[in-house]
């Protein structure tokens, strides 16, 4: 049922625009974001909205702009509503296939991508997975520097990847890049990148006991105490 917009909703909330949310017309406030205008229009959103924030990816959405053909891809929480767009958020969970491994028993992480994902190097250069990313990542390109074992430049580029998974249904060739780029990610993180100086230090230090008497005096202490001790000194 379409909602009824009279003088006051405008005034209070400012000019009204026209939408379509699941197939059926919606009058909503202008400046709304995808998710907040699904609220407003009684759609009770559960499970689809996650962090409010862009880093969740839970609220993976499909839409369109008026007069234009092309489907486009967006989080809810962070996509603004215009005038005659037309949107569904994606509730389906994509079953990408998400490899098994141990990071630490991997005896050559770069060509062991190969066992892992082999899948990987099956890229037809499509460009699909790009197109669909809301996060705006090159994936093609990061998809292709995974196989050339180029991990520390996959890492920079999908720092800003949530995860949401709407690169894994456009993929021809079953790839599910998210997945392959994580495990890149993980592998710089853990295998190829040399431990910063101060952290290895300190891990040390922990080891050693340096610090045992002054953890042992923290636990010995009540909660009034532990308030206590966590006021700024004047």
């Known amino acids: 049922m379409t909602e009824r917009v009279n003088e006051s909703t405008i005034g209070a909330h400012g000019r009204m625009i026209m939408v379509e949310i ?11 974001t995808m998710l907040r205008a699904m609220w407003y229009t009684g759609h ?12 969740c990816g839970a609220c993976a959405v499909t ?14 929480c962070q996509t603004v509503v215009e005038d005659g767009m037309s949107f569904y958020l994606n509730f389906s969970y994509y079953p990408g ?5 141990d ?47 180029d991990f520390e430049k996959v890492s920079e580029m999908f720092m800003d990847c949530v995860m949401c998974g ?13 997945y392959v780029a994580l495990y890149a990610s993980r592998v710089q993180g853990a295998r190829l990148s040399k431990p910063p100086e101060n952290l290895s230090k300190r891990v040390g230090e922990i080891e050693s006991g340096k610090y045992a008497s002054e953890w042992n005096r923290i636990l010995s202490l009540n909660e009034e105490d532990l308030k206590a001790a966590a006021q700024p000194k004047k």
């Open 44 to 55: 009770e959103v559960v499970r689809g909205a996650g962090c409010l924030g862009g880093f």
């Open 166 to 178: 709407q690169c894994i249904p456009v993929c021809i060739a079953d790839i599910a890049p998210n």
């Open 103 to 149: 990071l630490d028993q991997l005896p050559d992480p770069k060509q062991d991508l190969f066992k892992i994902y082999p899948e990987a190097t099956l890229c037809r250069n499509c460009n699909a997975c790009t197109e669909a990313c809301p996060q705006g990542i090159d994936v093609r390109d990061g998809v292709w520097k995974s196989v050339f074992g």
């Open 97 to 101: 296939r998400k490899a098994l491994y």
């Open 22 to 32: 699941m197939g059926r017309p919606y009058s909503v406030p202008e400046g709304l």
């Open 63 to 76: 839409y369109r702009t008026r007069d234009d053909v092309r489907l486009r891809n967006g989080l809810a």
